[in-house]
Structure formats: C-alpha cells, structure tokens
C-alpha cells in the first residue's frame, strides 16, 4: 500500500518555464512534506519543507504548495534551469515523539531542456 | 556534502554472504536511518536509531540487523544474502540535540551500492 505517490515518472520543461512536480498521499497521519533532489551516484539532497499547518512555502525559485483536504502537494520551480535535471522525491512524515521515518513516494524524473 | 558519510561505496558478494554497511552521520546528529532503494522503487524505510536505542522499525527483513554505536556511527549487517537485496542502501541523519522535538530534514549519505551475484 503506497502512502506516498508520485504518479509522473517523468516531466521535461524548456529552460526559463516552471516546472510543476505532483505528490498526493493517503495517511492523515502525516504533519509534515519534504521534497528530495536526487542525482545520479549520490545520495538524495533536501529541497524544501511544508509543515501541515501551512499551505504554501517559499525558498527562492522553490515552492511548495500543500492542499490538506486533497492530500496533495506539489513542487514549483520557476525558472527552470538545466541543472535542476534530476530525480525528485516526495516524502512525508507523522508526527512522534522526536523525529520519525520518512515515506517516499517513487519519485518524477524531471529532464530541463536547454 | 551532506556530511552523512557510508562505506563502502560499492560491494559486490554473492548469494549466502554476509555483508556489513557502515554509515557516520553529522557531526551531532543522534537519530540515524537506513532506507533501501532498490530498482525503480522510491526509498523504503528499513530501521532508526536514537542515540544508541532502536527507535522504529520499517520493512526490514529478519536476515538483516543494525546497531548505533556509542560514538554514534551505524552498521547494518546483510546475512544470507539473496539476488533481490541487490539495491542502493541509503543511510541519513537528523535530529541534533539542541533541535531535539521538532521536525527535521534528513540528511543523506551518498549510498552504498550492493549488488549479489
């Protein structure tokens, strides 16, 4: 049972577009949404955060948008540059006492093109 | 650099084998993770540490285990190893002491990369 998806495996933009990545999850349990970046050989690399008593989260050409009662988030990335090319990572947490596992989602493959 | 350190890089064993993973978090971080990934498939949540204590529990098989050593370092061991535990073993940290209670990012090593012959 996934609780996390991303069900666009792969996204291509133009360079200078915006990019939308999408996230829907199904536990209502969770409290708090990270988005990932991922290149190849390393290791994933925090983006940005949205905690659940909030719906929007800036971070300079990153935000995130979260609609609690559509279980959805999504990522925007204005502009698009090309080495923003790479796998993205939707994952989300409950809360507990302390920090708790992330839940990914199989993550969207995003190719800017030049 | 996440400052998460995993070693070794790369292991190539064959079925049977035993195999130990070997993860270093931040400097100061006390929770430690270790995600698998395998082909294809998002990051799937193994086993959590808190300063030294097990403190949750994913889909980890009985053939594997893990440990948080007082000088905070984790090691996951892979026993009778199958062709299917083939995959990227991720290990992350999060949580300093002085952030202890709220929400934090996890950092990420850059994997270890397994591969059963």
């Known amino acids: 049972d996934q609780q996390v998806k991303q069900n666009s495996p792969s996204l291509s933009v133009q360079e200078g577009r915006i990019s939308i990545l999408n996230c829907d999850y199904t536990n209502s349990m969770f409290d708090y949404f990270l988005w990932y970046k991922k290149y190849p050989a390393e290791g994933p690399t925090f983006l940005i955060s949205i905690s659940s008593i909030k719906d929007k989260n800036e971070d300079g050409r990153f935000t995130v948008f979260l609609n609690k009662s559509a279980k959805h988030l999504s990522l925007h990335i204005v502009p698009s540059q090309p080495g923003d090319s790479a796998v993205y990572f939707c994952a989300a947490s409950r809360r507990g006492s302390g920090n708790t596992p992330l839940v990914f989602g199989k993550g969207t493959r995003l190719s800017v093109i030049a | 650099d996440s400052g998460v350190t995993q070693t070794p890089k790369h292991l190539i064993t064959a079925t049977g084998q035993r195999v130990t993973l070997r993860c270093s978090p931040r400097s100061g971080d006390l929770s430690v993770y270790w995600y698998q990934q395998s082909l294809d498939q998002g990051l799937q949540f193994l086993i959590q540490?808190?300063?030294?204590?097990?403190?949750a529990k994913g889909n980890i098989l009985e053939r594997f285990s893990a440990q948080q050593f007082p000088d905070l370092h984790s090691e996951l061991n892979l026993s009778s190893l199958e062709l299917g535990d083939s995959a990227l073993y991720f290990c992350?940290?999060?949580?300093?002491?002085?952030?202890?209670?709220?929400?934090?990012?996890?950092?990420f090593g850059p994997g270890t990369r397994l591969t059963v012959l």
């Open positions: 992350a940290s999060s949580e300093r002491a002085d952030r202890r209670g709220r929400h934090n990012e996890q950092f």
């Open positions: 540490y808190y300063n030294g204590e097990e403190r």
